[in-house]
């Protein structure tokens, strides 16, 4: 599996908008990228999934360059509900079922 | 369409006890992870079940520890002989029958502890 690096943590306030870049220099031809969302004292939450350019859903927008070597998770105009863990996966979608989170990031929005 | 569900959501064993944690998928769900997160740490993946077949457990440790997925029930993670260092959170998840593996539904997880 494709090792990501992300920033441990980052602070905004509400109506603001949050982008989290996840660097994952090795990822392979067959990978996808998945963010995933977790808040406190509940399991993890998909968020979104992406192979190139850009994904949009009513969460979150993906934003993932030419080379895939990283990844920007984009969260519009957040809220205090959106304080959580987010955490950046890579593999294979059709393969890797062992998903593996790492400390993940932490953002905390402020009113 | 109810989502993942786990019972106790809190557990509390002495060491030497036996802790099980049970887990309900989706509707329509056959595929069952389970993964254990410690404090301060990120999920690590335990096990993977279909119904009535371990599929991998390579990430459970190989005493103690067990999980089965009958035709009829939940999935049921059992530990057996509780240790302290057995105290985590236990999250199971689920994926339906097709679609893709990395768009797991969790449940809300169980906290044991042990005392």
């Known amino acids: 599996l494709a090792k990501t690096t992300q920033p441990i943590s980052m602070d905004s306030y509400e109506g603001q908008e949050v982008n989290i870049t996840c660097s994952h220099n090795?990822?392979?031809?067959?990978?996808?990228i998945t963010w995933y969302q977790q808040f406190p004292s509940q399991g993890p939450r998909f968020i979104i999934q992406g192979y190139k350019t850009k994904v949009t859903n009513e969460v979150a927008s993906l934003f993932i360059p030419a080379d895939r070597k990283s990844s920007t998770l984009s969260l519009p105009r957040v809220s205090l509900s959106d304080t959580a863990v987010y955490y950046c996966l890579v593999g294979d979608v059709s393969n890797d079922y062992k998903l593996s989170f790492g400390a993940g990031t932490t953002v905390t929005v402020r009113a | 369409n109810a989502g993942v569900m786990q019972n106790p959501r809190h557990l509390v064993r002495r060491r030497g006890q036996e802790a099980r944690l049970r887990c309900s998928p989706m509707?329509?769900?056959?595929?069952v992870y389970w993964y254990r997160q410690l404090p301060e740490e990120g999920l690590k993946f335990m096990v993977y079940l279909q119904k009535e077949n371990i599929i991998d457990e390579s990430g459970m440790p190989k005493e103690r520890f067990s999980a089965e997925f009958p035709k009829e029930g939940p999935s049921i993670l059992r530990i057996q002989q509780v240790v302290r260092g057995d105290s985590a959170a236990y999250f199971c998840?689920?994926?339906?029958?097709?679609?893709?593996?990395?768009?797991?539904?969790f449940g809300p997880g169980t906290r044991l502890t042990v005392t």
């Open positions: 090795n990822i392979a031809t067959n990978d996808y």
């Open positions: 509707k329509g769900h056959s595929h």
């Open positions: 998840a689920s994926s339906p029958e097709t679609g893709h593996s990395y768009e797991q539904y």
